[in-house]
């Protein structure tokens, strides 16, 4: 079993829709979860963090965890092409070291 | 602040050669960190510092891999005898502390091993 599961997409979704991504962790210790957008060809941008279970908004972006399932997901409003991209979920494992550790990513379309 | 810097963009190498690649990380992060990339796949983490001490290195490091961070700032990743293998991206990423609001990215180094 991989540490960090995402479906590897694409998923498309219409102009102004929500876009849901979802990822599993396999490691209860873990602590600290990320998710970061790769457009193609360019590097990780961080744009959401989440530690504690339950709901965090940031404008467009809701990130949700669920520790008991191990699951954290990252929601998109009002999706818009620009938003087409690779999102990366990653986690850190309290007592793992300092690393973080990445799924493959799923990719998103945003469809006019 | 300029974020973190990658240098060179680009490498093509002939196999067998060796190739160096630097990172300037945020001048105020003490953490710093190199990841390893190919398609399809996320950031793979290599090793990481904190100042100039290098405190865990994947097993995916083989021998021919090495790194240094001698005066806590910039780092080097050096790649000895490179294998077609070797082709990825090459990420460095630097966090304040232990990263709680996550790491930033460097724009990476492409590597082409022909």
């Known amino acids: 079993q991989k540490e960090v599961e995402q479906n590897s997409g694409p998923l498309s979704v219409p102009e102004g829709a929500i876009a849901s991504l979802n990822c599993t962790y396999s490691?209860?210790?873990?602590?600290?979860f990320f998710w970061y957008r790769q457009y193609s060809g360019k590097s990780p941008e961080l744009i959401m963090s989440?530690?504690?279970?339950g709901d965090k908004e940031d404008g467009r972006f809701t990130a949700q965890l669920n520790k008991a399932s191990q699951y954290v997901s990252l929601l998109i409003r009002d999706s818009q092409p620009s938003d087409s991209a690779t999102y990366l979920c990653?986690?850190?494992?309290?007592?793992?070291?300092?690393?973080?550790?990445f799924g493959t990513g799923t990719q998103l379309k945003v469809e006019l | 602040d300029t974020g973190v810097s990658q240098d060179p963009r680009h490498k093509i190498t002939k196999r067998g050669q060796n190739v160096t690649f630097r990172c300037d990380p945020i001048?105020?992060?003490?953490?710093l960190y190199w990841y390893r990339q190919t398609l399809g796949q996320g950031p793979e983490f290599l090793t990481y510092?904190?100042?100039?001490?290098?405190?865990?290195k994947s097993r995916l490091l083989s021998d021919r891999f090495s790194a240094e961070r001698p005066k806590g700032s910039f780092s080097t990743l050096e790649i000895q005898r490179t294998e077609q293998g070797d082709s990825a991206m090459y990420l460095c990423?630097?966090?304040?502390?232990?990263?709680?609001?996550?790491?930033?990215f460097g724009s990476g180094t492409r590597l082409t091993v022909v």
């Open positions: 001048s105020e992060h003490n953490r």
């Open positions: 510092f904190q100042n100039e001490a290098q405190l865990e």
């Open positions: 990653a986690v850190k494992v309290t007592g793992g070291g300092n690393k973080l550790t």
């Open positions: 990423a630097s966090s304040y502390g232990q990263g709680l609001d996550g790491y930033t």
């Open positions: 989440i530690y504690s279970n």
């Open positions: 490691d209860r210790g873990s602590q600290s």
